[in-house]
């Protein structure tokens, strides 16, 4: 997959959403407490503490801060300039760079296409949450980068969130998802501390479109609206107690 098209699509529509919050401050039905510029503060400080990484090929944690322009409560000009260029540089920046170069990581992957495929689904995502806070109607995740979405919650978010919060162990809990405009499923069962994924059936299979899926992965839609349930529903309700959102 080319992620770097998907990347710039998608902080470029996630910065014309924010123009249009200018003046503003509405709420993100998709991250409670949160505002349009917490929203945009957050996903610019990312960008901006990942662009000395990919420049420097860094293998250390980043350091260092940097101003973000003030404008209180309000969505302001010169916040959403602030995040369309930060997202600019680090776009030139992965597409100076091989897949394979090595940079620091949260994760077991030290490379920069590893922060790539991150950041192309954290602005998928976020572009999501704004484009619900501004217009009231979101436009789905592309289909390719949804189902990459799937694919890397089951590789890499599930452990790490599982690290990063108090996880229960599994007991055999497991869980089918079904995409619904292509012919792929995954199943993953919760044993122990090991969650892996497995071939057949699950206790309950969720079934929707691949955005309907990640959405539902990242906690932003719940099972019922993401398509039919079928199986154990109590067992459903235990997944995000497996799996901890961050």
């Known amino acids: 997959m080319e992620y770097l098209p998907h ?18 401050a509405p709420p993100v039905p998709a991250c409670p407490g949160w505002s349009v510029v917490d929203l945009v503060t957050h996903l610019g400080w990312v960008h901006r503490m ?7 090929r860094s293998t250390s944690p980043p350091t260092g801060s940097f101003v973000v322009p003030s404008g209180g409560d309000v969505v302001t000009a010169g916040l959403v300039d602030w995040f369309a260029e ?25 490379t920069v296409g590893f922060w790539l495929r991150m950041q192309t689904i954290e602005a998928a995502v976020h572009r999501w949450d704004i484009e ?15 189902r990459d979405v799937v694919s890397q919650t089951f590789e890499v978010m599930v452990p790490a969130r599982r690290g990063w919060h108090a996880a229960p162990a599994g007991s055999g809990e497991t869980f089918r998802f079904r995409q619904t405009d ?9 044993e ?10 699950g206790d309950v299979t969720l ?40």
Do not use: M
């Open 86 to 110: 930060g997202a600019q540089e680090l776009a030139a920046l992965f597409g100076a760079c091989r897949p394979d170069e090595p940079a620091w990581s949260w994760s077991r992957e030290h």
């Open 7 to 24: 990347f710039r699509r998608e902080v470029t529509a996630f910065t014309a959403a924010a123009r249009r919050a200018v003046g503003s």
């Open 182 to 190: 292509e012919p792929r499923e995954w199943t993953i069962r919760f």
């Open 207 to 246: 079934a929707g479109t691949a955005s309907n899926l990640a959405l539902f992965l990242w906690h932003r839609l719940p099972a019922a609206e993401c398509g039919e349930i079928e199986g154990d529903l109590a067992v459903l309700d235990r997944y995000f107690a497996l799996v901890p959102p961050t």
């Open 192 to 201: 122990d501390d090991k969650p892996c994924l497995v071939d057949g059936p």
């Open 50 to 56: 990942l662009t000395p990484v990919i420049r420097d």
């Open 132 to 146: 619900g806070a501004v217009g009231g109607s979101a436009e789905a995740l592309d289909s390719v980068v949804a």
